[in-house]
């Protein structure tokens, strides 16, 4: 049974930085893939960053250059740093792994998710 549970939610405001964090409880995690995903209102759920089991990243074009993830084996977690923070970046944030595979493009295709966190950015 997979686990996530999400932290560092909050508010801030625009050019600001948040910092997110998940800890996961799966026994593949070396070699699985970790997403963070968001849910910003009105809009379709979005993968703004992932990284696969070799280091590989993909940022949504949004975020690109403002948010960091990372994902630590050791300790089984993944981080998502977040910089000069937009208005349009205030959403639920949900991390998400898909085990023993790349990264997949659509928020639909990560097999377990976390609970999420609250981000607001006024």
């Known amino acids: 049974h997979v686990q996530l549970v999400e932290s560092g939610g909050g508010s801030v405001q625009a050019g600001g930085s948040l910092r997110l964090s998940c800890a996961a409880s799966t026994g593949t995690f070396r070699s699985a893939c970790m997403g963070w995903i968001r849910q910003v209102s009105g809009k379709e759920r979005e993968v703004v960053a992932s990284m696969d089991g070799y280091g590989h990243t993909i940022y949504a074009p949004a975020v690109e250059g403002r948010f960091t993830i990372t994902k630590d084996n050791a300790k089984k977690t993944s981080s998502l740093q977040m910089n000069s923070l937009k208005p349009g970046d205030t959403g639920m944030y949900f991390c998400?792994?898909?085990?023993?595979?790349?990264?997949?493009?659509?928020?639909?295709?990560?097999?377990?998710w976390g609970r999420g966190t609250q981000v607001t950015v006024s």
């Open positions: 998400a792994v898909r085990l023993n595979s790349g990264c997949p493009i659509f928020p639909r295709d990560f097999d377990h």
